[in-house]
């Protein structure tokens, strides 16, 4: 076995003891996924279930993701919760173009990820086509556990653990290469 291969498993086996035993760009993807702060950006009734999962009994501050911030410079993921009208839409990319990079984006809800049941002139099908979305929440309305979940998994994605459905690593999300 090649003595890099060896170091290697090293690392993993202290790892996987419970030490930290990191590079420096790991501890902060580390730091970044858990403090995800989000943009206040609820659009219609997917939104109440956004803020009740800030609530006592939901608690996203488990997470790190409680603070909702008034202004997208100080926010790194923007939950876009609820139908997507139109004449929003130049609204929102610009919120998203305000807020520093790295970014991340939450689509959720069924309108946001496709109209629902909106299939009408005025509401955009799919929010990806005015900024890129990283994780989509299914649901008419997804509850709190459902955003807790899709944040999770954004942390994931964050951290560079993230697989998909064929079992291939993705690689960590590097939210400035992105359009
Ligand atoms: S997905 Fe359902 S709850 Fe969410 S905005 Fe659309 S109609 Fe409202």
């Known amino acids: 076995m090649a003595l890099k291969d060896l170091f290697e498993r090293d690392v993993q086996e202290l790892e ?8 420096l760009e790991k501890l902060v993807a580390w730091g970044r996924s858990h403090s995800l702060w989000p943009a206040t950006f609820g659009l219609a009734c997917c939104a109440i279930e956004m803020m009740s999962s800030t609530d006592a009994r939901n608690d996203l501050a488990r997470f790190g993701s409680e603070v909702f911030r008034a202004s997208p410079r100080q926010a790194d993921v923007m939950i876009v919760a609820g139908r997507l009208s139109k004449k929003m839409a130049p ?14 984006v939450i689509s959720m809800g069924a309108c946001a990820s496709s109209g629902g049941m909106f299939n009408n002139y005025a509401i955009v099908q799919n929010v990806d086509s005015v900024v890129p979305v990283d994780i989509f929440v299914p649901g008419c309305p997804p509850r709190p556990e459902s955003l807790i979940y899709a944040v999770m998994q954004l942390q994931k994605k964050v951290r560079g653990e993230a697989y998909d459905q064929r079992g291939t690593h993705l690689p960590p999300v590097e939210g400035w290469t992105r359009p």
């Not at 996987?16 to 590079?23: E, I, K």
């Not at 609204?91 to 991340?104: H, N, S, T």
Request: hydrophobic content about 40%; glycine content about 4%.
């Open 16 to 23: 996987d003891a419970g030490l930290l035993f990191s590079t």
């Open 91 to 104: 609204v929102m990319r610009r919120v998203y173009d305000q807020m520093p990079d790295p970014k991340w």
